[in-house]
């Protein structure tokens, strides 16, 4: 596999572009709804969203009346997500791009999200400093992804889970680290929110194609977690074979400053 975190990213979710579509955590649930609740744009108003994956928020913000980019920068992905808001008779644009260098000028746009992208990009803070440079003054920039807990050695471990799990994973960052790269660039923080969601291991596995040897690793880790992740994690075992696990996700919205 390449050493290009970005060529990760492609070739992983090029072969998976239609769960993404289908898949009900990413398709609906809280923070989706939250997302599009915080971040839509005055009616007409021209809304990105990076890494769209199936175009779930892409979806929500074109029915609140933005006009729409979904972008991503896997190919499938961004076909996928074509096909399912054409399938809604959504009307949007669609561009292909790296998040981390975005080709739009400064102050263009009105509203930017992301949402469950962020671990995989090789550098989140220059995203959202790019999210920031490309929204107009009182702007909007919303992003949703999955966080570590906020002590170092608890968030190596969850990350070697993560990665292990994913190979594309590049790196999930506690809620104050978050805060920090919004702050940085000059976006106020007005939602800051922690959701824990309950995750069913099988889906979690099969959603990445999980070799059974990967599984198995996977649950050892789980199992044999220290007592601080298994208090962040709050793996539950069933004796029928069944695993569940608990997810936290960050929604964050920040407004650019004047």
Known sequence: MSDDPRARS????GALADKYVTSSVHSMGYSLDRLVELASPPAGGLALDIATGGGHVALG????GAAVIAADITLNMLQAARDHLAGQQINADYVRLDAEHLPFPDNALDSVTCRFAAHHFPNPAAFV?????????????????????PMPEDARYTNAFEKLRDPSHGWEYSQPEWQGFFSGVGLKVNHSEVVAVQFD??????MQNDDPDTVTR???MLRQAPPAIRNWYQPQFDPGGS??????HLILVGIKQA
């Open 129 to 149: 400093r790019e999210c920031a440079r490309i929204v107009k003054p009182g702007g909007i920039v919303g992003v949703v992804d999955q966080i570590a807990p």
């Open 10 to 13: 492609q070739a992983r979710f």
């Open 243 to 248: 695993i569940t696990f608990t997810h936290h």
């Open 201 to 206: 291991f099988g889906w979690w596995t099969r």
């Open 218 to 220: 996977l649950q050892v």
């Open 61 to 64: 913000l074109a029915k609140q």
